[in-house]
């Protein structure tokens, strides 16, 4: 067994530097990597390029690095409900690249695969296209898209070993399983981390190849950013 | 003329046993409340789930299982979750058989705008522009004008597009209309509403053939 199992998030962290690109795991608050969030905020790197479906709230996911000026440019497919990340947006502290949710699903995949880019025929016709090659295939045109190049991966798992495999509980999972090992390292934390053996090899989503190191988090909040519920 | 709800009613209509159904946010996902129960549909939310059920009860919410628009939901027996990159790969493959979503501009040529004004604040795109360029099956939800009375049908869509030829079916609070190589083509009259009165609510080019039916509700 090859162990991933680092002692907590300090150590998970190890080797983050000013101006480096991450790529974090969620879909809005939800399956987002909180304790590698705050030790950011803690360690005060700035100068980040993230890549990120979302880009939290005012006070709590990526909203928190939003709030201590850390981002310097936000790749991301929608970021709606936060103040302070349209404040700086509009008075260009922040630049923000705004790109298809599933152009960015694949150019984080692509790079964890080994794919330099991909066709897609999301925003073709559109002002996403502009400037990139497109290309005609059965008719039918297509958008070319690069892999993205990143330095961390930092993903949520519900379970995980010390051989790095994760399992992700519901959906949760979103955008984590395509970061892991689409970055120089990929760095997990989970709810509950388990000796190898434990888990079932036929339920494992990520296989521990793609993850580097692996934590037990100390603390998650899971905020629910829309409480919705019927009556009884 | 019909209320939001009334459109999603229409909508209803269109869905068919055994289709996979992805809903956007807004007046599509009233549809889910009105698809006949006779019927086996499954819902898709982009975020990655696969066989969507109501809102959980009070107490039983779970962080961990929402929709693309962020609330807490259920899953329904059959149900399924996975990642972002196979959710898109259902989208994009078109194993999903019908999108239903919203818009601010149809033109009628079929392109649709509708995730960015100018000069206002841009909260992006989501998966929307990923579900127009490969459904085969798309039908808009919206009101015919806009808040300040202005047509939402044009011959070209003014504000930046989501897609290009893409749109197939729409239905507004006024009337069903199918996109065709020719323009608008007028199917159904909401109750209550004229042909002129769409004439007079519709800026891009309106087929009439014969007399148009009011729809059946």
Redesign the interface.
């Known amino acids: 067994m090859i162990n991933k199992k680092v002692a907590g998030v300090s150590e998970a962290l190890q080797g983050v530097k000013n101006d480096m690109t991450f790529m974090f795991g969620g879909f809005g608050l939800s399956g987002i990597p909180e304790n590698s969030i705050a030790h950011l905020v803690k360690l005060g790197v700035k100068g980040l390029t993230c890549i990120s479906n979302n880009a939290g709230v005012d006070d709590f996911g990526l909203g928190l690095l939003l709030q201590e000026k850390q981002i310097k440019k936000m790749i991301s497919s929608y970021v709606g409900e936060n103040d302070e990340f349209e404040r700086q947006m509009l008075s260009g502290e922040l630049n923000v690249e705004l790109i298809p949710q599933g152009t960015l699903a694949e150019r984080c995949r692509a790079a964890q695969a080994g794919f330099p880019a991909i066709y897609t025929p999301a925003g073709f016709g559109t002002e996403v296209a502009e400037g990139k090659e497109t290309r005609e295939f059965d008719g039918k045109m297509y958008v070319l898209e690069h892999a993205f190049k990143a330095d961390f991966a930092f993903v949520k798992a519900w379970k995980g070993d010390e051989a790095g495999n994760l399992i992700f509980k519901g959906t949760a999972r979103n955008f984590n399983p395509n970061m892991c090992g689409a970055a120089k390292i990929t760095v997990a934390e989970v709810e509950e981390l388990l000796p190898v053996g434990e888990l079932d090899p036929n339920q494992i989503h990520v296989p521990g190849i793609f993850v580097k190191r692996i934590f037990h988090g100390q603390h998650f909040e899971k905020r629910i950013e829309q409480r919705t519920v019927r009556q009884r | 003329m019909l209320d939001k709800n009334g459109i999603a009613k229409r909508i209803a209509k269109e869905v068919q046993d055994g289709f996979y159904v992805n809903l956007g946010i807004g007046i599509p996902t009233l549809v889910a409340n009105y698809v006949r129960d006779d019927i086996e549909v499954e819902f898709q939310?982009?975020?990655?789930?696969l066989g969507m059920g109501?809102?959980?009860?009070?107490g039983?919410?779970?962080?961990?299982?929402?929709?693309?628009?962020?609330?807490?939901?259920t899953t329904l027996p059959g149900a399924s979750?996975?990642?972002?990159?196979t959710?898109?790969s259902m989208?994009?493959g078109q194993h999903v058989d019908l999108t239903i979503l919203g818009a601010m501009e149809v033109s009628e040529g079929g392109?649709i705008a509708n995730w960015k004004i100018p000069g206002k604040?841009?909260?992006?795109?989501?998966?929307?522009?990923?579900l127009v360029?490969?459904a085969e099956n798309i039908i808009v939800a919206m009101m015919h004008t806009n808040k300040r009375g202005a047509s939402k049908l044009l011959k070209k869509c003014s504000l930046?597009?989501?897609?290009?030829?893409c749109v197939k079916k729409i239905v507004t609070n006024l009337a069903v209309l199918e996109v065709t190589d020719n323009g608008f083509k007028l199917l159904e009259r909401a109750p209550g509403v004229s042909v002129d009165d769409i004439k007079s609510a519709t800026e891009g080019t309106l087929i009439i053939e014969g007399d148009v039916p009011e729809m059946a509700l």
């Open positions: 939310s982009e975020n990655g789930v109501p809102f959980p009860f009070e039983e919410e779970d962080a961990d299982i929402i929709n693309a628009g962020k609330q807490t939901i979750f996975f990642d972002s990159s959710s898109f989208i994009r392109d604040m841009v909260k992006g795109m989501g998966g929307a522009m990923d360029a490969s930046p597009l989501t897609g290009v030829s």
